[in-house]
């Protein structure tokens, strides 16, 4: 590789630290132009482009559960219920006395299910007959017994329940858990 002379190596230095003063000058003219802002905190972002979403609270989703298992208690069932959020996150899961080991997580499928598409799993299920492809989506269970829980129209939460020798009483069971949070 060939030496610069001591004049090349001074007059490419001199480039450089022109370049730099420059630069460094622009950004503090630009920035200096710019009117000043409020400084934010470490990690806060401008709320333009954040969308929020509602949640039920944790006391929320375990009333709905009990009230769920209660009734199936109540009509001599022996179920699991599950309560999960907008995102499909479970909630809250309750395992009744005797619930057969599948019930647990078929009562989490029904209600992801149920708040994926804002409906009762029983409806949905007839939607197989026209697509029956949707039964292949991870985490669903087409079959009765989820149903959503909404916000002024907005779902926010499914219940779940499994384990009744019909979907029919999972979904009853399931209804009575959402109708205990409006009272």
Known sequence: MKQLSRRARAATCGA????????????????????????????????????TSSHLTVATAVTAARAALDAAERAGQKVSVAVVDRDGNTVVTLRGDGAGPQSYESARRKAYTAVSWNAP????????????????????????????????????????????????LDERFAAAGVAALSR
Do not use: H
């Not at 949707?134 to 779940?160: C, E, M, Q, S």
């Open 121 to 168: 799993t029983s409806q949905l299920a007839g939607r197989l007959d026209g697509t029956p492809n949707l039964k292949d989506i991870p985490g669903t269970l087409f079959l009765a017994g989820g149903t959503p829980v909404a916000v002024k129209g907005a779902p926010v939460a499914g219940v779940g329940v499994a384990g009744a020798p019909s979907g029919d």
């Open 16 to 51: 450089v630290l022109a370049a730099v003063a420059g630069g460094t000058f622009g950004a503090v003219s630009a920035n200096a132009s710019a009117p000043a802002a409020a400084p934010a905190a470490a990690g806060e972002v401008r709320s333009t482009g954040v969308t």
